[in-house]
């Protein structure tokens, strides 16, 4: 059976936390490594598959923020970072270097488990569902500037049919667009789309994932012609779905 289960790395340079958070975890059914640093992190993923990253931004050594830029490049596991309380400018940055989610310290274990699995669930894998790590059939494509949007195995492809990294939420973000092409959705109509009601803890969340998504399907980020800005009113796909 622990083949099955999620397998989460809880990344903190305070022993205290990373062991309550990982008890914590591991009494629901997750699978947890405890992690000092950047190093023991590279390690681990070197040795075993890992779902999901709960990341510590402020850590001696390499941060949060350098780690999660890491895990982006070369990993598809979810972030969710750990910030200090009230630094917006923190949260920011995790936002641009592609955190799916963030919580402010002190960390309240049950909503940590609650925004664990709504990552898990928006990146495909179902905590509940021991096939979850399975990737099924793909056979709906859409087509986003320089890449294909794999709807089934929530997959980004770009030209050559290599996997683009992406996050949870950059998936549900395409999700949308390719839904509703050619119709202009304001910031409130995507967080609804996008199952993330409750993410958006500033105005600027949505315009940086746009940003980041330009980056890796327009041509021309500075120029979209995919994801259009609609001025005062949202942004618009278009393409045919």
């Known amino acids: 059976m622990s083949g099955n289960r999620m397998h989460i790395a809880v990344v903190d340079d305070e022993r205290d936390i990373r062991e309550t958070v990982a008890e914590y975890l591991t ?8 992690v000092a640093g950047g190093e023991e992190l590279r390690r681990l993923l ?13 850590m001696p050594g390499e941060d949060g923020l350098s780690l999660a830029r890491f895990l982006r490049v070369q990993h598809t596991a979810g972030i969710i970072m750990l910030t200090a309380s009230g630094e917006t400018v923190d949260r920011i940055v995790g936002l641009e270097t592609g955190a799916d989610d963030y919580l402010a310290k002190p960390v309240d274990l049950r909503e940590l488990l609650a925004r664990i699995k709504a990552v898990l669930r928006r990146a495909g894998r179902d905590p509940h569902d021991p096939r979850a790590a399975e990737t ?47 119709r202009v959705l304001s910031r409130d109509m995507l967080l609804d789309l996008a199952h993330n009601r409750d ?24 120029k979209p012609e995919t994801l ?10 278009v393409g045919e779905a």
């Not at 070197?46 to 402020?58: K, N, Q, T």
């Not at 994932?209 to 500075?222: F, V």
């Open 136 to 182: 099924g059939p793909a056979n709906r494509i859409v087509r986003f500037g320089r890449c294909s949007l794999d709807l089934d195995a929530h997959k980004l492809l770009d030209e050559v049919g290599g996997e683009v990294a992406m996050t949870a939420m950059e998936f549900d973000l395409l999700k949308a667009f390719a839904e509703h092409p050619n």
């Open 46 to 58: 070197e040795a075993s598959r890992i779902d999901l990253v709960v990341l510590d931004i402020s």
């Open 27 to 34: 009494l629901h059914g997750f699978r947890v490594t405890p």
């Open 228 to 237: 259009r800005t609609v001025r005062g009113a949202g942004y618009m796909f």
């Open 199 to 222: 993410w958006e803890p500033f105005d600027r969340s949505i315009d940086i994932r746009i940003a980041r998504l330009r980056r890796k399907i327009e041509k021309d980020p500075s």
